[in-house]
Each structure stands twice: as structure tokens, then as C-alpha cells.
């Protein structure tokens, strides 16, 4: 045989053995590296199945791994040495008195049952959730937000560890496109990258929400097309497509976690984060319309309310306070016009388009009450009030922004997947953002949409393991 041909049927035998390659098989199909999938993975390996999981970029993570890491847990191992009396009864009151009993009282229950273990859990993993660092979050006098200074990041971390020392297979560059069925019941994966094909007794959807897709927005958020998305680019709804492509329920639709940005500096920056210091805002009108101390998806949703756009007023102070590392930021912002300035609160009115008088009374009233530390308008903590009496002036625009999506899959207590029939698609679980009826409309405390993830993802993974005989 010539030697070009030996060269074409060699490379005809790797082709072959490379799709061969592409097909694999186990227990537990797990789609989406976030929060909810690693922890999916995890429950079902320390349950004895083999999960391969798919990532469809390049790094694992999702809207987790950008997060805060906050959780919600009430009474927690946490809480009990900080001395903080919580309970229960409490999370889930607060949780339905917050979606305005439109979420599904039976998850919501299910979420609040196991907090307490979950952050436990991810103690264990390697988590730092610390006493010193308890937190309020939402409107809630009670401290139940976890935080830990890694954030998001030493989530995934942790998580990851966790996965790979059980050994899950985790496929990245790898995108799940099409769930496929036998009879009815859901038996595997289609794929794009590390495999074309993986097939298992369960497949557990874990695929996020769809703040990176605007169409979806569109569609199912309809209130908030023009809020800037704060995500990472693989949340695009596909787990919900592919399960409405086999006849899946959804609900809880209409709703974003609230937050506020400056636009076009990346989130987290100097600038960015000017915008959500507690000074004073004003509408287009020149007039506060919100305590800037309030909890943010509050205040986002008062944003909501005022156009989508609000200024930030800041006096020469604030921008001293900035020190030397921001000054470059702060100085290009200026330049760009981004922030505008004026000699007097009036001319800086004018840069901004808003009524020089309106502007100038509402100062003038701020500086009046935050010099008296009471603040009549909106009764704001009085420590958080300073006067702004040092020119120049300045002026920042903030707009509502939002840190994913609310709403997407039915699921059961069992994380099943729940058909327009009313009946679960067997073999199909999800868990995490891409499912709906955690939340009601209003997002309700920061550190709900991780404690979510993590208990379903828990719990899917559990219920799939338990179909491996
Ligand atoms: C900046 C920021 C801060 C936040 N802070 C907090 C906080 O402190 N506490 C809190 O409770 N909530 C917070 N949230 C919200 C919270 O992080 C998310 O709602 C939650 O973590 C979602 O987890 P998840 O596992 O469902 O999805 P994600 O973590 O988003 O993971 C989904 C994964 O699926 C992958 N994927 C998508 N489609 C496919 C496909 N077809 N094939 C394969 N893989 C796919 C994605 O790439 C992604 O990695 C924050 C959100 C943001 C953006």
C-alpha cells in the first residue's frame, strides 16, 4: 500500500473512533455547570451513580460563579453562634409574603427545610460562611444572608473540588441542544463539543435562566428589555427551550432580580460602583423618589418606576472621597461625559436635563434634614446621611439593571420536570434559575436565588441517583 494511503485510512480510523468517542453513556446526565448542576452532580455521586456533566463554555461557573455567594439559611449552625434567634416559620413566611403567594408554597417549603443543612453542606466543601460576616438581606430585620468574602467564585471552587473528587466527568465547551426521549421518557443528551450524545437514566436541566438572551427577555420579561443584564454569556434560556420542546410547563415568568448600574463600565468598577453608593438620588424630575438605603431590588424596582434611569447627585467631597485609585476613572468618566458637572447644583441641572429650581430645593432640603441626622422624606437611617455642600456638583445616571431572570420550568418537590399535562416527564429533572415558582414577582432577599439552587440541585440529584438500580 502506497503511503498517502496509509496516511488517508489512518486518519479515516481516528475520525471513526472520535465519533465513537462521542457517544458516552452513564447514570446521571447533568446539564450546566452553575450552582444548581455542580450540586446536582454531587448529591448524585455520593449516591453511587456516574454523572457526566456539560458545560457549554470553556469554564464552569454560570451566574454563580459571578455572584456574591450569598445564601439564605435559617437556623443555621451560623446564625446559632452569632446568637440570632430565627426560624423556619419565619423564612417561609417572609419568602411567600415577598412573591405575594404566587410562588409555590410546597417548593418554597422544601427550599426552607433543608437551608440550614445546605449551608452546612457547603461549610463542609469548604465554604467560609462566618458569624462576623452574617448579613440582612431584603427588607427582613432577621441576619440570614451567609456571605462569604470569595464570593461566587469560591463557590464554584469548592464545588468543583467536589465534583471531580467524586468523580463526575465534567465535559466544558460542551453544549447540551436537544433532549432525547424513548417512549416518553427522556434517556440522554444531544451535544455539540466534547460529545454529540451522552445518554443516562436521568438528565437533570441546571441550565440558568436567560438574561443573555434578549429575544427570550423579550418574550417573557417584557417590562424589562431595556434593563442591562449583568450575566455571563451562556445563560440564554436553552434548558427551558429544550424542555418545552417536549411538552414542559412553565411559570413565574414577568420578573428579573432588580439591581442598578452605570452604563458602559464593566460592573464593579470605580464607577459603577459611585452609582450605587448610598448618597442622594433624584428622577428626571429633580425630586428623591426612594430611600437610597432601601434594599436593592427595591430600589431597582423604584428605578423601574422613574424611567429606567435615575441620577446620582454627588458633591466635590464624594469625589475626594474616591482617593487616588479612582481619580483616573473618575477623571475619564468626566472627560467622556459621562459624569456631568456644574460649578452650582443649578448648572449641573442643566448638563443633566432636569429642572434647575426642582433640583436645586430638593438639594437644599436633603442638606437641611441630613444636617439635623433626620430625614422626613423617607425616614433614611440617619448615619447614612451626609450633606452635600462642597462644589463642584456632580451628576452620574444609574439604570435599572438586573442579575438574571425570574421564572422558567415547573418542577415538583422531587425536582421533576412537570408536563402541560399536569403529570412529571420521566426521567427529566431541573433545578436552579431555570426553574419557576420559587419566586413571586419581586426578587426577596439577596442570597434566595443560591439557596435555591443549591436545595434543588440537591434534590434532583438525589431523585435521579435513586432511578439507578
Ligand atoms: C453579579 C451577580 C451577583 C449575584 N449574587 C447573588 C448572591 O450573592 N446570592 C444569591 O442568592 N444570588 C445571587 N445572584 C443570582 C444567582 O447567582 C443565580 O440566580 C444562581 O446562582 C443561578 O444558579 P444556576 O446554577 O441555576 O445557574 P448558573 O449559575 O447561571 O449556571 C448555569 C450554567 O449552565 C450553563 N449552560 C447554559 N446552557 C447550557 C447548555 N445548553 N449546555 C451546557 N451548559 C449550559 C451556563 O453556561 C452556566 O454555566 C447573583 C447574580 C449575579 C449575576
Not at 192 to 206: D, F, N, P, R
Request: net charge neutral.
Amino acid at each position: 500500500m502506497k503511503k498517502w494511503m496509509l496516511i488517508l485510512l489512518a486518519m479515516w480510523l481516528c475520525g471513526v473512533s472520535a465519533v465513537w468517542a462521542q457517544s458516552l453513556e452513564c447514570d446521571v446526565v447533568v446539564i450546566g455547570g452553575g450552582g444548581a448542576g455542580l450540586s446536582a452532580a454531587i448529591e448524585a455521586a455520593d449516591r453511587g451513580a456516574k454523572v457526566i456533566l456539560l458545560e457549554k463554555m470553556a469554564f464552569l461557573g454560570g451566574e454563580t460563579g459571578i455572584s456574591g455567594g450569598t445564601i439564605q439559611g435559617a437556623e443555621t449552625v451560623v446564625q446559632s453562634k452569632a446568637g440570632v434567634a430565627d426560624s423556619r416559620r419565619d423564612l417561609f413566611r417572609y419568602w411567600m409574603e415577598a412573591g405575594h403567594y404566587k410562588n409555590d408554597p410546597e417548593l418554597v417549603r422544601a427550599v426552607v427545610d433543608m437551608s440550614a443543612a445546605n449551608v452546612e453542606w457547603l461549610m463542609k466543601l469548604g465554604v467560609a460562611y462566618e458569624p462576623r460576616n452574617l448579613g440582612l438581606g431584603g427588607w427582613t430585620p432577621v441576619p440570614r444572608a451567609h456571605r462569604t468574602p470569595g464570593g461566587g467564585a469560591e463557590l464554584i471552587k469548592a464545588l468543583e473540588k467536589a465534583a471531580r473528587d467524586r468523580g463526575v466527568t465534567i465535559l466544558l465547551g460542551t453544549k447540551a441542544t436537544e433532549l432525547v426521549s424513548e417512549n416518553g421518557r427522556v434517556v440522554g443528551v444531544r451535544a455539540e463539543g466534547k460529545a454529540s450524545l451522552v445518554k443516562g437514566k436521568a438528565v437533570i436541566i441546571a441550565t440558568g435562566g436567560f438574561a443573555a438572551n434578549p429575544e427570550m427577555v423579550k418574550q417573557y420579561a417584557p417590562d424589562y428589555v431595556d434593563s442591562l443584564p449583568i450575566t455571563t454569556p451562556g445563560i440564554t434560556g436553552d434548558g427551558i427551550r429544550m424542555a418545552q420542546a417536549l411538552g414542559a410547563k412553565t411559570r413565574g415568568f414577568g420578573g428579573v432580580i432588580g439591581f442598578r448600574k452605570v452604563k458602559d463600565v464593566p460592573y464593579g468598577s470605580t464607577i459603577d460602583g459611585l452609582g450605587r453608593q448610598v448618597i442622594m438620588y433624584v428622577n428626571k424630575a429633580g425630586k428623591r423618589f426612594v430611600d437610597e438605603n432601601a434594599y436593592y431590588a427595591l430600589i431597582a424596582e423604584a428605578i423601574h418606576n422613574q424611567g429606567g434611569v435615575v441620577y446620582q447627585i454627588f458633591d466635590e467631597k464624594k469625589r475626594e472621597a474616591l482617593g487616588s485609585a479612582g481619580q483616573k476613572d473618575f477623571d475619564e468618566a468626566l472627560a467622556s461625559g459621562l459624569i456631568k458637572q456644574g460649578a452650582t447644583i443649578e448648572e449641573l441641572a442643566t448638563q443633566l436635563g432636569i429642572p434647575p429650581e426642582a433640583l436645586a430645593s430638593t438639594l437644599a432640603e436633603f442638606n437641611g434634614n441630613a444636617a439635623k441626622g433626620h430625614d422626613p422624606v423617607f425616614w433614611r437611617d440617619a448615619a447614612t446621611l451626609v450633606p452635600l455642600t462642597t462644589p463642584p456638583y456632580y451628576g452620574l445616571p444609574v439604570f435599572h439593571a438586573n442579575l438574571g431572570t425570574l421564572g422558567g420550568l415547573v418542577i415538583n418537590t422531587d425536582a421533576q420536570v412537570i408536563h402541560t399535562s399536569g403529570e412529571a416527564i420521566p426521567g427529566l429533572y431541573a433545578a436552579g434559575s431555570v426553574t419557576g415558582g420559587f419566586f413571586g414577582d419581586v426578587y426577596p432577599a439577596g442570597g434566595s436565588a443560591v439557596a435555591m439552587a443549591v436545595a434543588t440541585g440537591r434534590i434532583a440529584g438525589a431523585n435521579a441517583a435513586s432511578l439507578v438500580k
